[in-house]
């Protein structure tokens, strides 16, 4: 499919006129050179609306990955336990510090991290010796990992945990804020997901010394002088100040971009009620952000498969996508330990995304669910 201005997009940024506003206030301001006081600003929305103390703002949700990851000292020689089904970012940042990946399956109702198969590949780590130096969970599609047993689990052999809060933002876990558990979290703030600051990022935590680490290492660890003086290896990671401020008009409008996805999801759940082996990942977590809808389907028992419905869509010009294609599956990655139990395999074989962003218009999902609705009564 090649996308024209009439493609159904599955996540298109969603910008106005408020976003107009923010940002040439901030050109006119004169803040456009890398920080400012719409970054400054930014930092302290997003880090009380995580209900985190502090936030550093970065280009990108990699980078504030790879920088918890540094904050945490971890290097070459050290191991990190990463969920497979993932964005290939999170296993990314592993790589970019030294250390290694140890992947680990998904749980196959929600599609984030197995708490048993974590439990038992910790305790496997833990015998042989392993340097587990971090555990890495993602709040895949907006909906947040079980952090009542992960934490716990993690505490008990003294490891850290890094949430990869990228796609979560706004989604809540018994009360408490996507981007609030962990030791740090990241969030991303790519064009795709769920607010945009058109690239960008930002590390959340409650230690107070490793937000100054990554700050320091994100403004390449230049050291207080007047001339420029250095003692380590840092990394030129700050967000702009311009972005920051899209990033702030877009943060506004956060809780109804959630509400819209939200009713796009409600929608697919209607279409796809009662239809033996077809479900929607996750459809249990009402606290969810929404930010992509998957519908999963079992062909042997829905009669239809989930490629049969993308093919469908696309010759209508509606863009879906497959579930991210496991890491221990990627050739990057080939020959890397895995915990595994098939269900992250088995969700990128039988899953697919739907258009799923808050700048659909009505017509837009009327349009994607009636074309839902023509294909399931040609498989009825
Ligand atoms: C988008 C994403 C990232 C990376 O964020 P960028 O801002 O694109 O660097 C990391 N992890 C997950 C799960 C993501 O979806």
Known sequence: MIA??????????DVGRLEQEYVLAALQSGWIAPVGPDLDRFEREIADRAGVPHAVGVTSGTAALHLALLGLGIGPGDVVVVPTLTFVATANVVVYTGATPVFADCDPVTGNLDPDLLAALLAELSAEGAPVRAVLTVDLYG???????????????????????????????????????????ALSFNG????????GGMLLTADGELAGRARHLAGQARLPAEHYEHAEVGYNYRLSNLLA?????????????????????????????????????????????????????DPDRAGWSAAE?????????????????????????????AALSGAAERLFRTGLALPSGSALTPEQVRRVLDEITEFLDGHR
């Open 4 to 13: 024209n201005s009439q493609t159904v997009l599955l996540s298109g940024p």
């Open 143 to 185: 909906s947040c990992a079980d952090y009542e047993r992960i934490l716990p689990l993690c505490a008990g052999y003294g490891i850290p945990v890094i949430e990869d809060a990228a796609e979560a933002l706004g989604a809540t876990h018994r009360g408490r804020a996507a981007g609030s558990f962990g030791r740090a979290a």
């Open 192 to 199: 795709n997901k769920i607010i945009t600051s058109s690239g």
């Open 245 to 297: 401020a899209l990033g702030r008009a877009q943060l506004c409008r956060l809780d109804e971009m959630i509400e819209r996805r939200r009713a796009v999801h409600d929608a697919y759940a209607k279409v796809f009620a009662h239809l033996d082996g077809v479900s929607l990942l996750g459809d249990a977590d009402p606290a969810a952000n929404c930010w992509l809808t998957c519908v999963v389907v």
């Open 309 to 337: 419905l993308a093919a469908h869509l696309a010759e209508r010009n509606v863009e879906t996508r497959p579930l991210f294609k496991p890491m221990h599956l990627q050739p990057l990655f080939a020959g890397a330990r």
